[in-house]
């Protein structure tokens, strides 16, 4: 950072970096080439595109492409209860995401809302004397005139 703002190193290679062909792809996830297309028609794997059309796979994506495979041989769900349970991920993700935002909105606007109340307090005028009401009690008080004698 210098000064301008965090900016990312457009060459800076990220899990979100589409760098990978489908051939390596494949062989990074075990998976035929054909399967990985099948993957992508079908909307599970869906990877970025180059100006030509060609596929290219992230880090990431590669990560899916075996969860998907573990999804299906190893615990025998179907393609579309797989497409279901990524759906369903991405949502919790956006929505932790989105808790993670509103609870830092939420410490800013305590933290302000403390500020000015600090304020508040500090324009108080401290050569006032508070006001204490007198407290009034029943006590009885009986009266006995003297006896002449």
């Not at 797989?82 to 939420?106: G, H, M, S, W, Y």
């Amino acid at each position: 950072m210098d000064g301008r703002g965090a900016r990312r190193n457009p060459y800076e290679l990220t899990d979100e970096s589409p760098v990978y062909v489908i051939s390596v792809a494949a062989q990074l996830s075990g998976l035929h080439p054909q399967t990985l297309r099948q993957y992508d028609r079908l909307g599970l794997v869906s990877p970025d595109r180059t100006a030509g059309r060609g596929r290219r796979y992230s880090a990431r994506d590669i990560q899916l492409l075996r969860q998907v495979q573990q999804l299906s041989q190893d615990e025998g769900i179907n393609l579309a209860g797989i497409k279901r349970i990524i759906e369903l991920e991405n949502q919790v993700a956006a929505l932790q995401a989105r808790i993670a935002e509103l609870e830092a909105t939420l410490d800013g606007a305590a933290a302000a809302m403390r500020q000015r109340e600090a304020a508040v307090h500090a324009s108080y005028r401290r050569d006032l004397v508070p006001y204490q009401d007198v407290q009034q009690t029943s006590a009885l008080v009986v009266w006995r005139p003297k006896r002449s004698e």
